[in-house]
């Protein structure tokens, strides 16, 4: 009874794993056969006990199908359905006929349609030949399919093939038997060969739920950022399918290539290798190619495509906020550098405009003073004069505003220079030590900036007697530091004017930092990374 | 007559590439004592004009296109019987620092004060 039983059991197990797949109850109804058969022969009821021993063997049938079908529950090929055919042959209508001839002794063949032993004897052995041969072709068949596969497909084969074996080996027996000498070492090994089906059958299962718990690892692997060669070795790890390859999708049209750039065919559909392809949003960004086997798990390659799916797309998300935030610091320094371009600008052209308009009014009002004589009206000598010293105070205001949009000085003399000059024109007594080295133009103007801003600050908010401005070199970077004695209390993220300062040192890779303890002055740091010189750029001014 | 003139009269080339400023600074050093010898407007034109006309003064515009009013200065003073520089500019000083104060000259004058008494005090003072 084991063999039924083991059977029924394997295969309600299957039909519960899989249950689109047609093997669990193709192997369920085998075990139910091989039950119904043997409890049929014990009944002393003629009707049952004729059922009982005509469909005695029909599980074989069931089982070649089973062995033929699996792991898909489909068959293949057409020389399979021939294999199935024959058995279905041997074990319905000549089992009927070999009935009609058989005497049971006991009157319970109610088939029985005269007794003739030679023509029983006659269809036994044809059943037992054509079966044999059905045997053979059954193992052919599987031997063949077992050879032409590779990694998982193969493994899954082997199960099958045993029972191909058992099959043959159960033929051969009867053949012996039919010819006088039954053997009952074959006849167990057999029987050890039939009940091992299953248990093949559930470690298949097994293996293939251990793929699963690979799928499982294979998700934290590719959680690392995996690279190509590691995203293809941790696929063929988990799945167990050392053939298996990734195929990313051109940029360009339908075309794919490996992991090293190369050109990759994919397969055609009946190669026993498939595709998985991943998608993102409909379109085709890779492609797994493994043993056409794996799609046998259906939930299996979902999986694993969900894992790669998430891998790839996270990379992709990273190498996207990567982009942009490379374009968006690209952006930023376009925009420093612009304004700084159009500072310039508007320096030339207050200076070759209004500046000069007024220098020559003021030299045009002194010219007419200097040509009135003695006698002239004094009202008109007050006036000139008036005139004169408006248009002088218009030029120094110009003057103030050119120097406040862009300080010449700067690109002229440097930054100690225009540091000086920022500290000439502070209301506060500000002590200037920075050195006479040159640096960047983009780094001077950022340094410029701060001080300049921070000294603003002092002047607006911080009520201080005096202040004093740090510039100097210190492991790559220039360091800018502007402290006051005044009431402290400054925020870097409330002044928009500080805030704009850390805009500008961040555009160079630097940083801003303001410590302002209540009461205890205000200390502005800069740190500015000095570009290595392959890496300055000299804008043009 | 002429020596006699020429002891009060100083000589002068005004360099400044906006004609403008050069008629109006004419106009004033001349009405001041002057005797303007002659203008340029750029570098090498004022670097000619002084060899030529050897002036005891050179009024120089420090923003010439091509060489700046620095570069004129330093070629004007490299030999021995060099003229007298003054740098002038619409700018103020504060825009030159210390290229200003490294610049062999007796001293700037922004644009608006040009005058022969400012370049006479200047001169007094070196």
Redesign the interface.
């Known amino acids: 009874m084991l063999p039924g039983w083991s059977y029924v059991a394997c295969g309600f197990l299957l039909w519960a794993q899989r249950p689109a797949n047609r093997l669990g109850p193709i192997m369920a109804g085998v075990g139910m056969l091989w039950l119904l058969g043997r409890a049929g022969q014990m009944s002393s009821v003629p009707v049952v006990w004729t059922a009982g021993i005509w469909l005695t063997d029909l599980w074989v049938t069931g089982l070649i199908l089973f062995l033929l079908a699996f792991p898909t529950g489909r068959l293949r090929r057409g020389f399979d359905w021939v294999i199935v055919g024959m058995s279905l042959v041997v074990t319905v209508p000549l089992e009927l006929l070999w009935l009609a001839f058989l005497d049971d002794g006991q009157g319970r063949n109610v088939v029985l349609v005269v007794v003739n032993d030679d023509a029983a004897h006659g269809v036994d052995r044809l059943q037992r030949i054509l079966f044999t041969l059905g045997a053979l072709l059954l193992v052919g068949s599987l031997a063949r399919r077992w050879q032409r596969s590779t990694g998982p497909a193969r493994r899954q084969t082997i199960p099958v093939l045993v029972g191909g074996f058992a099959i043959l080996l159960q033929s051969v027996s009867w053949m012996v038997f039919s010819f006088g000498s039954a053997s009952h070492v074959l006849d167990s090994s057999i029987r050890i060969a039939l009940v091992a089906i299953p248990a093949a059958v559930l470690y298949v299962m097994a293996q293939a739920r251990m793929a699963r718990a690979g799928v499982a690892d294979l998700v934290v692997e590719l959680g690392q950022t995996p690279t190509p060669a590691r995203l293809r070795d941790a696929l063929a790890n988990a799945l167990g399918d050392p053939s298996l390859e990734v195929a990313y999708r051109a940029d360009a049209g339908d075309t794919f290539v490996d992991s090293n750039g190369m050109a990759m065919e994919l397969p055609a559909l009946d190669s026993g290798r498939a595709v998985t392809m991943l998608e993102r949003r409909g379109v085709p960004v890779a492609a797994i190619v493994h043993d056409a086997a794996l799609l046998d798990d259906p939930g299996l390659m979902a999986s694993v495509a969900g894992a790669v799916r998430l891998a790839v797309e996270n990379d992709r998300l990273n190498a996207e906020v990567e982009a942009q935030l490379e374009e968006v610091r690209a952006s930023r320094a376009r925009i420093v550098e612009a304004g700084d371009r159009e500072r310039r600008r508007v320096e030339r052209d207050l200076h070759d405009g209004a500046q000069q308009r007024l220098v020559s009014l003021s030299l045009e009002l002194r010219f007419a003073r200097a040509r009135l004589d003695e006698h002239a009206d004094p009202a008109l000598r007050q006036s000139l004069e008036r005139a004169a010293g408006e248009a002088m105070a218009a030029l120094a205001e110009l003057r103030e505003l050119a120097l406040g949009i862009h300080p010449l000085v700067l690109t002229e003399s440097g930054l100690s220079e225009a540091v000086e000059s920022l500290a000439d024109r502070s209301p506060v007594a500000v002590t200037v030590d920075v050195g006479d080295d040159r640096y960047p133009p983009d780094v001077e103007a950022a340094a410029y900036f701060v001080v300049s801003e921070a000294l603003a600050n002092v002047a607006k908010y911080a009520r201080a007697a005096s202040a004093a401005v740090r510039v100097r070199r210190d492991a790559g970077a220039l360091v800018v530091e502007v402290s006051d004695d005044g009431v402290g209390g400054a925020d870097a993220r409330a002044g928009s004017g500080l805030r704009g300062l850390g805009d500008r040192v961040a555009v160079l890779d630097g940083t801003l930092e303001v410590v302002s303890p209540a009461g205890r002055g205000t200390t502005v740091t800069a740190r500015i990374p000095i570009p290595s010189p392959s890496h300055v750029s000299v804008p043009a001014l | 007559m002429w020596r006699a003139t020429m002891a009060w009269m100083s000589t002068i080339l005004i360099v400044d590439d906006?004609a403008?400023?050069r008629a109006?600074?004419t106009?004033?050093l001349s009405?001041d004592g002057f005797t303007v010898i002659g203008e340029a407007d750029d570098g090498p034109s004022a670097l000619a004009a002084a060899a030529a006309l050897r002036p005891e003064y050179v009024l120089l515009d420090i923003?010439l296109a091509g060489v700046d009013g620095f570069a004129v200065a330093h070629a004007l003073t490299a030999d021995g019987e060099a003229p007298l520089v003054v740098l002038t500019s619409?700018?103020?000083a504060?825009?030159?620092?210390?290229?200003l104060r490294e610049v062999p000259s007796l001293g700037f004058l922004?644009?608006?004060q040009?005058?022969g008494a400012a370049i006479r005090a200047l001169a007094a003072d070196a």
């Open positions: 906006d403008r400023f109006q600074a106009a004033l009405a923003g619409s700018r103020d504060r825009a030159f620092g210390r290229r922004p644009k608006e040009v005058s």
